[in-house]
């Protein structure tokens, strides 16, 4: 089949919000989310200009969100914005972490046992429902305790480490009275006969744990699937994605024709049409920061969706339909059941496509 040419390529701009680092389970700021926009300079430019605000040094939402007259900008311009022109993949950071338990450890488990965990969406709902009952049946304080524990293994893979949190498991087990929570102790515990460093630091995989990963990857796959034609990304300057540009690249588009990966709902087509990752200063950039803006705005009403307590900024931006732009990266469901989706065939195929690359 002949390749694909590129007569144009449109660019996408990104930037994020809510970066914390290696402190994934920081209470403040437990949503990441990446900003888009495919948006032009001059209609950027256009856009912060007609927002009121004047010629800051850099149009930032941090600025923005500190005044009435700055979150009245912000509003301005998410008003004009539609989900054709803007997109937020937003991650909720507490899920992550769970869902990374379970691929590693779980997952770990099942396939030394000959189980496909993903074949039946198996792995989704136990995701769900670790992060839904946990707290419930082991308590806030030991959930953190445990989910920070987790992390701080996959930062610093060690054996000791690894020793610690098995140890720590069994602290918890010895100490919870439910016995459902001590299945899934036990569960996990067992785990700790096939876990070995090289399964938590696989080569050329640092910053695994960031939530910039899976966010990226699910805003090229929805750029993709909106413009139908190959595209350039450019992104803020972001350190993990610097580190994480050569993997990417693998999927990235080399003029050959794209085929569908996958056989469910979650199944999307490589090469991926992204054609291009560059970075950008975002205070010399307009369609970086219309994109901060979006981050921003974005996480402060999806924060509002954890806490339960959304502020009348939040509120209006419901109302704006804030929603409609929203793509789900890493987010609860809340649906206990698994899904039926044949993502172990997605994986295969994924697998597949980076040998042949």
């Not at 070995?196 to 080569?203: G, M, S, Y």
Request: proline share 6%; glycine share 8%.
């Amino acid at each position: 089949m002949a390749p694909v040419r590129i007569e144009h390529v449109p660019r996408v701009s990104l930037d994020e919000s809510g970066n914390t680092g290696e402190a994934l389970l920081d209470s403040e700021q437990p949503v990441y989310v990446l900003g888009s926009t495919s948006l032009g300079a001059s209609e950027s430019a256009a856009l912060i200009s007609q927002a009121g605000i004047g010629q800051p040094k850099e149009f930032k939402f941090s600025s923005l969100r500190k005044s009435a007259a700055g979150r009245a900008a912000a509003l301005r311009i998410m008003s004009q914005l539609r989900p054709e022109t803007a997109k937020a993949a937003i991650v909720n950071k507490r899920f992550m972490v769970v869902a990374k338990m379970v691929d590693t450890l779980v997952e770990t488990l099942a396939s030394a046992t000959g189980f496909n965990l993903y074949a039946t969406g198996a792995h989704r709902a136990l995701t769900e429902v670790w992060y839904a009952t946990m707290p419930i049946l082991l308590g806030n304080d030991e959930t953190n305790r445990l989910l920070d524990g987790f992390v701080s293994m996959c930062r610093r893979p060690s054996l000791g480490g690894i020793e610690a949190f098995y140890e720590m498991i069994a602290d918890l087990r010895a100490g919870t009275p439910e016995p459902q929570m001590q299945r899934e102790l036990d569960f996990m515990a067992a785990t700790g006969q096939i876990l070995t460093v090289e399964i938590l630091r696989p080569p050329g995989q640092r910053g695994g744990l960031d939530p910039a990963i899976p966010a990226l990857m699910a805003t090229a796959i929805a750029w993709g699937e909106a413009l139908g034609v190959p595209f350039s990304i450019t992104h803020d300057d972001a350190d993990v994605v610097r580190r994480w540009k050569p993997q990417f690249e693998r999927f990235f588009f080399d003029g050959t024709v794209p085929r569908p990966v996958g056989s469910s709902s979650s199944a999307y087509t490589l090469p991926l049409l992204a054609a291009g990752l560059t970075f950008a200063d975002s205070k010399n950039d307009a369609c970086v920061q219309v994109a901060d803006v979006v981050a921003g705005a974005t996480a402060s009403w999806a924060k509002a969706l954890i806490s339960g307590s959304p502020s009348p900024f939040d509120e209006e931006l419901d109302g704006l339909g804030i929603a409609d732009h929203v793509l789900n990266a890493v987010w609860p469901t809340g649906d206990l059941t698994p899904d039926q989706q044949d993502i172990g065939s997605l994986v295969d195929d994924v697998t597949r496509y980076l040998e042949d690359h």
